[in-house]
C-alpha cells in the first residue's frame, strides 16, 4: 500500500487533501457543465432566431443544433492536448487551463452580437467560440475525474470517481435554473438580451472555481509515475498503438448514455414545444427536478458499483434506457403534467445508473501513465458519434416522419451498440498488464494501475 492510499486509518492530512480534490473537482466541473449545457439550452430556445434568422422551421433547429455538434466534434482534441499535458506535467495544471479555457469563451460568447448585426459573421464566431468550449470541456473531464478517484481508497473509486460525475446535474441545475430565472425575470426581452446574463455570470463562476482548485495537491497516482519515472513520452500515441480496443470500447459503451441524455435535456425543448405542444417553463421546471434527482444518483450508484461490480450496474443502466425509449415519448405524448414530470425523471434517474459508475469503469481500464489520455480519448470520442449528432438525428428524423417512433428506435440502437461495447472492453486486469512501459523498459502493471484490483464482480 502507497502512503498515499485514503484507508479508514490514513492519516488525517491524507483524508483532508482527499476532500479537497473531490470538491475541487466537482465544483469546477460543474461549472464547465453549466457553460456546455447552456449552450445546449439556448441551442434549444434562443440561437434559431439570433443567428439564423433567415432559415424556417427545422431549418433554423438544425442549423443550431449544428453548432452545438461542433462543440462535441472539438472535445476529443481538447482530450488529446490536455491529455498529453496531463500525463506528461500533471492533472493540475491541466484542471486550471481547461476552466478558464470554457469560461472565458462562455462569456464572449454572452456579448457576441446576433446576425442582425454582424450578418454570417455572428454564425461563424459563434461556432469559433463552441470549438473552445469543445476542447475545455474535453480536457476537463479526465483530469477532474483522476484527480478525485487517484486520492480515493481502492476499494471506493466508483464513488469517488462519481463525484466528479455530478458536475452533470449541477451544470445542468444551475444553466436550467438560470434560463428559467432570466425568462421570467425578462418576459418578452429574453430572446433578445436575456438569454446573454447567464452566459456572461460564467466569469465568476470562473473565479470562484479556481479559487478552490489552486489549492488542491497534485494526483498521487500521478506523483508516484513521476517518482518512478515511468512518465510516458508521447502518451496520447503510447495509448492508441497498445490499447485500441480499451479506447474504442469506452467510447462506444457511451452510446446508451450519452445519445439519450441530450435527447432528454436538450431536444426534449424543441419536442416538447414544437411536437407535444407543451409550454417551454413547465419543460424547464421538469428539468430542474430531474436534475435535482440526479444529485442522489450519481454518486448512488457510483458506490453500487463499488459493491456489486462496474459491468453489472452499467449494464443494467443501458437495458432501462432501452425499455424506456418507447414509453418516454409515448409520456410525453399525454401533454399531462404528472406524466412528462415522471417521462423527464425517469430518463435521467436511468441516465444516472450509468453515469454514476462510468467514470470508474473507463479509467480502470489505463495504466496511470497513460490514463489521462486513454480515458479522456475513450470518454471524448463518444461525442463525435453519440452525443454530438443526436439532437441533429432526432431533428431530422421528426422534420421528415413527424413521429417519435424512430427516435425511440435509434435509442434502442444506441444501447444495442453500448451493449456490445460493454461485453468487449477489456477487464482492468488485462488492460495495465498490456498498458504502458516505461523509459527504461520496464512494465508498470500495477504500479501505474493500482485500480487493477478494484471495482469489478
Same mark, same amino acid.
Request: a positive charge; proline letters at 5%.
Given at each position: 500500500?502507497?502512503?498515499?492510499?485514503?484507508?479508514?486509518?490514513?492519516p488525517d492530512?491524507?483524508?483532508?487533501?482527499?476532500?479537497?480534490?473531490?470538491?475541487?473537482?466537482?465544483v *469546477?466541473?460543474?461549472?464547465?457543465?453549466?457553460?456546455?449545457?447552456?449552450?445546449?439550452?439556448?441551442?434549444?430556445?434562443?440561437?434559431?432566431?439570433?443567428?439564423?434568422?433567415?432559415?424556417?422551421?427545422?431549418t433554423?433547429?438544425?442549423a443550431?443544433?449544428?453548432?452545438?455538434?461542433?462543440?462535441?466534434?472539438?472535445?476529443?482534441?481538447g482530450?488529446?492536448?490536455?491529455?498529453?499535458? /496531463?500525463?506528461?506535467?500533471?492533472?493540475?495544471?491541466?484542471?486550471?487551463?481547461?476552466? !478558464?479555457?470554457?469560461?472565458?469563451s462562455?462569456? +464572449?460568447?454572452?456579448?457576441?452580437?446576433g446576425?442582425?448585426?454582424? /450578418?454570417?459573421? %455572428?454564425? !461563424?464566431?459563434?461556432v469559433?467560440?463552441?470549438?473552445?468550449?469543445?476542447?475545455?470541456? *474535453? /480536457?476537463?473531464?479526465?483530469?477532474s475525474?483522476? &484527480?478525485? &478517484?487517484?486520492?480515493?481508497?481502492?476499494?471506493?473509486?466508483?464513488?469517488? %470517481?462519481?463525484?466528479?460525475?455530478?458536475?452533470?446535474?449541477?451544470?445542468?441545475?444551475?444553466?436550467?435554473?438560470?434560463?428559467?430565472?432570466?425568462?421570467?425575470a425578462?418576459?418578452?426581452?429574453? *430572446?433578445?438580451?436575456?438569454?446573454?446574463?447567464?452566459f456572461?455570470?460564467?466569469?465568476? +463562476?470562473?473565479?470562484?472555481?479556481?479559487? !478552490?482548485?489552486?489549492? !488542491?495537491?497534485?494526483?498521487p497516482?500521478?506523483?508516484?509515475v513521476?517518482?518512478?519515472?515511468?512518465?510516458?513520452?508521447?502518451?496520447?500515441?503510447?495509448?492508441?498503438?497498445?490499447?485500441?480496443?480499451?479506447?474504442?470500447?469506452? %467510447?462506444?459503451?457511451?452510446?446508451?448514455?450519452?445519445?439519450?441524455?441530450y435527447?432528454?435535456?436538450?431536444?426534449?425543448?424543441?419536442?416538447?414545444?414544437?411536437?407535444?405542444?407543451?409550454?417551454?417553463?413547465?419543460?424547464?421546471?421538469?428539468?430542474?427536478?430531474?436534475?435535482?434527482?440526479g444529485?442522489?444518483c450519481?454518486?448512488?450508484?457510483g458506490?453500487?458499483s463499488?459493491?456489486?461490480?462496474?459491468?453489472?450496474v452499467? /449494464?443494467?443502466?443501458?437495458?432501462?434506457?432501452?425499455?424506456?425509449?418507447?414509453?418516454?415519448?409515448?409520456?410525453?405524448?399525454?401533454?399531462?403534467?404528472?406524466?412528462? #414530470?415522471?417521462?423527464?425523471?425517469?430518463? #435521467?434517474?436511468?441516465?444516472?445508473?450509468?453515469?454514476?459508475p462510468?467514470?470508474?469503469?473507463?479509467?480502470?481500464?489505463? *495504466?496511470?501513465n497513460?490514463?489521462?489520455s486513454?480515458?479522456?480519448?475513450?470518454?471524448?470520442?463518444?461525442?463525435?458519434?453519440a452525443?454530438?449528432?443526436?439532437?441533429?438525428?432526432?431533428?431530422?428524423?421528426?422534420?421528415?416522419?413527424g413521429?417519435?417512433?424512430w427516435?425511440?428506435?435509434?435509442?434502442?440502437?444506441?444501447?444495442?451498440?453500448?451493449m456490445?461495447a460493454?461485453l468487449?472492453?477489456?477487464?482492468?486486469?488485462?488492460?495495465?498488464?498490456?498498458?504502458?512501459?516505461?523509459?527504461?523498459?520496464?512494465?508498470?502493471?500495477?504500479?501505474?494501475?493500482?485500480?487493477?484490483?478494484?471495482?469489478?464482480?
Amino acid at each position: 500500500m502507497t502512503t498515499y492510499e485514503t484507508t479508514p486509518d490514513a492519516p488525517d492530512h491524507v483524508r483532508r487533501h482527499r476532500r479537497r480534490a473531490a470538491a475541487a473537482s466537482t465544483v *469546477g466541473t460543474a461549472i464547465e457543465w453549466y457553460d456546455f449545457f447552456l449552450y445546449g439550452t439556448a441551442a434549444a430556445l434562443v440561437f434559431p432566431h439570433v443567428f439564423f434568422p433567415g432559415h424556417a422551421g427545422y431549418t433554423g433547429v438544425l442549423a443550431s443544433f449544428g453548432t452545438q455538434f461542433v462543440g462535441f466534434a472539438a472535445r476529443p482534441l481538447g482530450a488529446a492536448v490536455f491529455g498529453h499535458i /496531463g500525463d506528461r506535467v500533471g492533472r493540475r495544471s491541466t484542471l486550471v487551463t481547461t476552466l !478558464v479555457l470554457m469560461g472565458v469563451s462562455t462569456f +464572449l460568447i454572452g456579448l457576441l452580437p446576433g446576425y442582425d448585426t454582424l /450578418g454570417p459573421a %455572428a454564425p !461563424v464566431l459563434l461556432v469559433l467560440l463552441r470549438v473552445v468550449q469543445g476542447v475545455g470541456v *474535453g /480536457g476537463e473531464w479526465g483530469g477532474s475525474v483522476l &484527480m478525485s &478517484m487517484e486520492w480515493g481508497s481502492r476499494r471506493r473509486r466508483g464513488l469517488m %470517481a462519481s463525484w466528479p460525475q455530478l458536475g452533470v446535474p449541477l451544470g445542468l441545475l444551475a444553466s436550467t435554473g438560470m434560463v428559467k430565472l432570466m425568462t421570467a425575470a425578462t418576459g418578452d426581452h429574453f *430572446g433578445s438580451w436575456g438569454w446573454r446574463v447567464p452566459f456572461l455570470a460564467s466569469v465568476v +463562476l470562473i473565479g470562484i472555481g479556481l479559487y !478552490v482548485r489552486l489549492k !488542491v495537491l497534485e494526483s498521487p497516482a500521478f506523483a508516484e509515475v513521476k517518482q518512478e519515472r515511468v512518465v510516458v513520452r508521447r502518451p496520447v500515441l503510447s495509448v492508441l498503438r497498445n490499447q485500441p480496443r480499451a479506447v474504442l470500447t469506452s %467510447a462506444f459503451v457511451r452510446m446508451s448514455e450519452q445519445a439519450p441524455f441530450y435527447l432528454f435535456i436538450t431536444f426534449v425543448l424543441t419536442y416538447g414545444t414544437e411536437k407535444a405542444g407543451l409550454a417551454k417553463a413547465d419543460l424547464l421546471d421538469d428539468t430542474l427536478v430531474a436534475a435535482a434527482v440526479g444529485l442522489v444518483c450519481v454518486p448512488f450508484f457510483g458506490h453500487l458499483s463499488d459493491r456489486f461490480g462496474r459491468r453489472l450496474v452499467y /449494464g443494467i443502466g443501458i437495458a432501462c434506457v432501452g425499455l424506456f425509449a418507447f414509453p418516454y415519448y409515448a409520456l410525453l405524448d399525454t401533454g399531462r403534467p404528472g406524466l412528462v #414530470l415522471l417521462a423527464i425523471v425517469l430518463s #435521467l434517474v436511468f441516465h444516472g445508473v450509468q453515469y454514476g459508475p462510468q467514470a470508474a469503469l473507463i479509467a480502470e481500464g489505463f *495504466g496511470a501513465n497513460v490514463r489521462y489520455s486513454g480515458a479522456g480519448l475513450g470518454y471524448q470520442l463518444a461525442s463525435v458519434v453519440a452525443g454530438g449528432p443526436a439532437p441533429l438525428i432526432a431533428a431530422a428524423i421528426l422534420e421528415h416522419t413527424g413521429s417519435s417512433t424512430w427516435i425511440s428506435w435509434y435509442i434502442v440502437g444506441c444501447c444495442a451498440a453500448a451493449m456490445t461495447a460493454l461485453l468487449l472492453m477489456p477487464r482492468p486486469a488485462t488492460a495495465s498488464a498490456a498498458a504502458t512501459t516505461g523509459p527504461r523498459g520496464s512494465t508498470t502493471a500495477d504500479r501505474a494501475n493500482p485500480a487493477s484490483t478494484g471495482g469489478e464482480a
